[in-house]
């Protein structure tokens, strides 16, 4: 009598597994896009690969994403050296954070020149001063100075950044891709199921005297990969470039 | 009615055994799974240790009154108490010797969350050197460990630089980098499919030397640790070592695969991997169609 009963449940269950494993979805086929992003400062300069800038891909078209793309284009920005100049940054720390196109003081290390001697940034110097009494080295305080700096000019630019950009992503739906070019603009979106999507840097880059914004329609096709053509992004005509940037003079900094 | 006696007996034995609550407590182990052990970190932990001495660093065990105050009995029990070698290597009140911290032989109890995307985006050039400026940061935390290897963080140099006292999360924010988990054993070898790729490599003219994410196409995606794979696509050994003109590497081994189907390929992997189906991106890259090789003749 129990022979019977584990056939007939050895035989239930190879049906249920086999039906489950039927019903499993076909592997998911998906493309890659190598972004190179080449911009100009000014028209007498070279064109040059733009290195770390994010770049977010938002599903569906231009049309569909247009209340996003509309707060994109609407967004007035405050520029870095607005930003500095605003909460009473030293020049020379202007110029430091300039030089390196940095958001914020992470963004570069500190050497000993600019801490003490004639290129010496004020903040730094003071944040050197205040780390030496508290880890009672100098290669120490130097190295780890950044955490006796204000908020402010720590990194209050970045987060103010950060704070326009979450609003913005809240838009652009829970599947929004990003990535961070390389130091020669290349840097690719991988894992994206087939469809359009809209490219774009969400907030405006700074470049020379100008404010650049990208916002672009790309169609991914399954299958596409990560090889010789990339899709060309700049702030110039060309007829390699796919994805021309909207320019606009940086505004003038308020005066107090 | 004796029977049934001596089954709930055997019952009641097997419970007991089984049951982690209702059996005596193993105090040479520590959890941080157990409830009471689940107070802020600084209850115990103190920040920084006092054998911090480089930088101010986490690099001891908690100070005795971090247990007595709960597990007085359990520490004068008997000439070797059980709950002192969850630290000490030898439990004798004359020796006071500790485990490194922490514990290498130990499971870890705690991931790490580390999202690379954004300390990308805050960190742009290399820093603590007065090389050639460069982008290529991941050298922050990624030191050459082996030519094929790169090493990961083993202590909290490269966080607290940043992340001591002011920007969140601090030094004394345990939880905002690490969160209990099923203890688990480190693996400290990464799974290599290409071994015979040398970062430092590339010939003379040490060509592989360029920036991680030419390669490492997906960290600066990487919001968090999980499942996070330096995911490096066939394409970026392909730009040089498949190139008219250049080299072939890639078409060679796929047309001595042809001629015998037992072929191995070695050029970039071990016998392990080279002894497998090539993936369809291989075929896809020299331009012909996938092959299995119990299909070639």
């Given at each position: ?15 249920t ?31 040059r ?8 891909l ?17 967004q ?7 930003y ?17 196109d ?20 004020p903040?730094?110097?003071?944040a ?50 990003s990535?961070?070019?390389d ?10 199921g ?14 020379g ?30 007829r ?7 320019e606009k ?8 | ?12 034995l097997?419970?007991i ?39 101010p ?6 100070d ?7 597990h ?10 059980p ?41 742009a ?61 480190h ?9 015979k ?30 499942g ?33 189907r037992?072929?191995?390929c ?23 169609p ?8």
């Amino acid at each position: 009598m129990r022979a019977p009963k584990l056939v007939f449940f050895a035989l239930l269950l190879m049906v249920t597994v086999v039906l489950a494993q039927s019903q499993q979805p076909p592997a998911k086929q998906t493309g890659v896009l190598r972004l190179r992003v080449r911009v100009k400062a000014d028209d007498s300069a070279p064109l040059r690969g733009l290195a770390r800038k994010r770049f977010f891909l938002i599903p569906g078209t231009i049309e569909q994403n247009r209340t996003l793309i509309d707060a994109i284009e609407r967004q007035t920005l405050t520029s870095r050296d607005c930003y500095y100049q605003k909460i009473g940054a030293s020049p020379a720390l202007i110029d430091w954070l300039r030089a390196g196109d940095c958001e914020s003081v992470y963004c570069r290390g500190v050497e000993p020149d600019f801490v003490s001697g004639p290129k010496a940034v004020p903040e730094f110097s003071t944040a050197f001063v205040a780390s030496q009494k508290e880890f009672g080295n100098d290669e120490t305080a130097r190295q780890w100075l950044t955490t006796n700096l204000t908020p402010d000019v720590r990194d209050g630019f970045y987060r103010a950044r950060q704070t326009v950009l979450q609003t913005l992503l809240k838009q652009g739906g829970p599947v929004v891709h990003s990535v961070m070019t390389d130091r020669n603009g290349t840097a690719y979106f991988t894992d994206l199921g087939p469809g359009t999507y809209v490219l774009s840097n969400l907030i405006p880059t700074e470049l020379g005297q100008t404010f650049v914004t990208w916002n672009c329609e790309v169609q991914v096709k399954p299958g596409d990969l990560a090889t010789e053509k990339p899709y060309l992004v700049s702030n110039r005509k060309d007829r390699n470039v796919k994805c021309v940037g909207v320019e606009k003079p940086k505004p003038v900094c308020a005066t107090d | 009615m004796t029977r049934i006696k001596t089954l709930s007996a055997v019952f009641i034995l097997l419970l007991i055994c089984v049951h982690p609550r209702l059996s005596a407590a193993d105090y040479s182990k520590f959890s941080h799974a157990t409830p009471k052990h689940q107070a802020a970190c600084n209850t115990c932990h103190k920040v920084p240790t006092k054998n911090a001495t480089a930088y101010p660093d986490i690099k001891d065990y908690p100070d005795h009154d971090a247990c007595v105050s709960c597990h007085r009995p359990q520490f004068f029990k008997g000439a070797r108490p059980p709950i002192c070698s969850v630290c000490h290597s030898k439990t004798s009140p004359r020796d006071e010797v500790r485990y490194a911290f922490r514990n290498p032989t130990s499971k870890l109890q705690f991931t790490t969350e580390f999202p690379h995307d954004r300390h990308q985006d805050v960190i742009a050039m290399l820093r603590f050197s007065h090389a050639q400026q460069s982008y290529n940061n991941c050298t922050i935390c990624h030191a050459s460990r082996t030519t094929t290897f790169k090493a990961s963080p083993t202590n909290h140099s490269s966080c607290f630089n940043c992340h001591w006292k002011a920007q969140q999360p601090v030094a004394t924010d345990c939880k905002g980098c690490h969160k209990l988990a099923t203890p688990y054993v480190h693996i400290t070898e990464p799974t290599r499919i290409s071994i015979k790729y040398l970062h430092e490599g590339g010939g003379e003219k040490k060509q592989h030397v360029a920036e991680c994410t030419t390669c490492h196409i997906n960290i600066t995606k990487a919001a968090s640790l999980r499942g996070l794979k330096p995911d490096v696509p066939i394409t970026a050994c392909t730009e040089c070592h498949n190139k008219d003109g250049l080299r072939q590497d890639l078409n060679k081994e796929l047309v001595a695969l042809d001629k015998n189907r037992n072929f191995t390929c070695v050029y970039c992997h071990a016998p392990n991997v080279g002894n497998l189906d090539p993936p369809a991106s291989h075929y896809l890259i020299a331009e012909r169609p996938p092959l299995k090789r119990k299909d070639i003749k």
